[in-house]
């Protein structure tokens, strides 16, 4: 029988445009009942990914920041040491996969970029008010979303031209970009890469995994790519990211955590029948 591995995505995915997860409660109790690693991947900083995992009662890894960091809790059980030439680092509760560019030079890249005359505004340009007005955080979230490590997101103001250089020039500065809710400068990580890592320690602690990742932006791409079943929730306003298209991507019915729990039980009772 193979394991089911869940990956999920939060803003937009398990989390309504409300940060609710209660549409999902459901398929999150299936998940805990059958000892399913659920693994959040997100774009979200660690101390809030943190917060949302004691609300759903989490114990599994954790990736941060657009695959930025991969957060293993102490005591978990997979064998690090099969990571050639990747570097562990210990942080209170947590062995650390650095995956993720230095936030500071994050910033600096954003400040050549404003010197270069984009219109372009980080978090860390905005004050903690600045950052709950733009996400509709409460102030002590959005004082957790702008405590980064490995990526930063953005608000740029210009047309589709504009935008295009702007993220050329991201590139010349040796960055990449991706897009959720928001833009987002970072280094040489996304989320597939963290994914395709924690699904081979995950192969070796069980043998025969299934995986799953459940996202509904442009940088959940990355992580649908590299696992056995894709699935694409609906936005807000009932349509798919229209950039996201795979052979094999199932597109829920249902927006963010009304389409998890749709899909979620038929796919791990699939894998766990076969």
């Not at 990580?189 to 932006?217: C, F, H, N, P, W």
Request: glycine share 10%.
């Amino acid at each position: 029988m193979k394991k089911p591995i869940v990956f999920t995505d939060l803003d937009g995915t398990l989390l309504d445009a409300g940060y609710s997860f209660e549409a999902a409660v459901p398929a999150l109790a299936l998940l805990k009942e059958r000892d399913i690693p659920l693994i959040v991947c997100s774009s979200k900083t660690r101390k809030e990914i943190e917060r949302h995992r004691v609300m759903l009662g989490n114990r599994h890894p954790f990736v941060t920041e657009n695959g930025g960091g991969i957060f293993i809790p102490r005591g978990y059980g997979l064998d690090l040491s099969s990571l050639p030439g990747q570097t562990v680092t210990a942080a209170p509760g947590y062995a650390v996969i650095r995956l993720g560019a230095d936030y500071r030079d994050l910033r600096r890249a954003i400040a050549e970029l404003q010197r270069e005359g984009f219109a372009v505004r980080g978090f860390g340009d905005m004050s903690v008010a600045e950052v709950a007005e733009t996400t509709a955080l409460r102030p002590e979230q959005a004082e957790l979303a702008r405590e980064r490590e490995f990526d930063e997101p953005f608000l740029f103001s210009g047309n589709g031209a504009e935008k295009e250089g702007l993220l050329a020039a991201i590139r010349k500065k040796g960055f990449h970009s991706t897009e959720g809710r928001f833009l987002h400068i970072l280094g040489d990580s996304d989320k597939g890469r963290a994914v395709e890592m924690l699904a081979g320690l995950y192969r070796q602690r069980y043998g025969d995994i299934s995986t799953i990742a459940v996202g509904d932006s442009l940088n959940d791409l990355p992580m649908l790519e590299k696992v056995d079943c894709p699935v694409l929730v609906q936005k807000p306003d009932g349509s798919y990211d229209p950039r996201i298209a795979l052979p094999n991507l199932v597109q829920a019915r249902g927006i963010g955590p009304a389409g998890w729990d749709r899909e979620l039980p038929r796919l791990v009772r699939e894998i766990l029948d076969e």
